[in-house]
């Protein structure tokens, strides 16, 4: 007992300094990716930001996924990427490469956490882009439904997405796509018509709901009438 007494202490003092330790490398990409942070915030509030600055700002996020390899690091990489291929023009042949970065960047984040989302959904986005096969942009928009299929931030821009390339889906994800349009038809009638034109989607919309939700269509179809 006595010996324990004498070192329990020192081995306190150890642990402590082990585990401080492993959380330096942590602690450190957090502060070195706040500009990063920073940086995604004001492009999602739609401030301009020169091309050095982006440049800077992606060293900063690489840096940070030296330092500490998170999932939500690679997602901001990506974003980053995403940006500056805009700004390139998206289908030249510099955007068209800086798209594939983003892409490579989003599915090392989702490797790492595959339920999100958003990203699953972004990443069927940026593959349009590149000119992916339907069916590789199927997959991600299914994995974007399985992991988040009521999140109303962008319900309705997956779901014209997923009804513009319905042939790609198999039948047996046909009752999973009908659920979509009914949960963005309860979110709001008003705004569910006002994103769904029914001239390029209507058609679909029926296949989707004719022997499943008879009634719900019927209603979609009256308020589309209201408004053509």
Not at 29 to 58: F, M, R, Y
Not at 98 to 103: D, E, K
Not at 193 to 216: E, F, G, Q, T, W
Request: glycine share 2%; with cysteine; charged share 20%.
């Amino acid at each position: 007992m006595m010996n324990f007494n004498r070192f329990f202490p020192l081995l306190v003092l150890c642990l402590g300094m082990a585990l401080a330790f492993t959380a330096v490398p942590r602690v450190r990409a957090a502060l070195n990716h706040v500009p990063v942070e920073t940086g995604i915030d004001k492009i999602a509030q739609h401030h301009s930001l020169t091309e050095a600055e982006v440049s800077a700002l992606i060293r900063k996020a690489q840096k940070s996924i030296e330092l500490f390899d998170h999932p939500d690091y690679w997602q901001d990489l990506s974003e980053l990427f995403y940006f500056q291929a805009q700004n390139q023009n998206v289908f030249s042949d510099a955007g068209q490469a800086l798209l594939r970065q983003s892409a490579d960047s989003a599915q090392q984040s989702l490797l790492r956490s595959p339920a999100n989302a958003f990203l699953w959904y972004k990443l069927a986005s940026i593959d349009i882009l590149l000119n992916e096969q339907p069916d590789k942009i199927q997959k991600k928009l299914r994995m974007s439904i399985i992991t988040g299929p009521h999140d109303t931030a962008f319900l309705i821009p997956r779901l014209r997405l997923c009804l513009s390339l319905l042939p790609s889906f198999t039948s047996d994800d046909m009752a999973l796509l009908a659920d979509q349009v009914v949960a963005a038809w309860d979110i709001s009638h008003k705004r569910f018509v006002k994103a769904i034109d029914s001239i390029l989607y209507m058609d679909a919309i029926s296949a989707l709901l004719i022997n499943r939700h008879p009634l719900i269509l019927q209603e979609m179809v009256t308020e589309f009438e209201k408004t053509h």
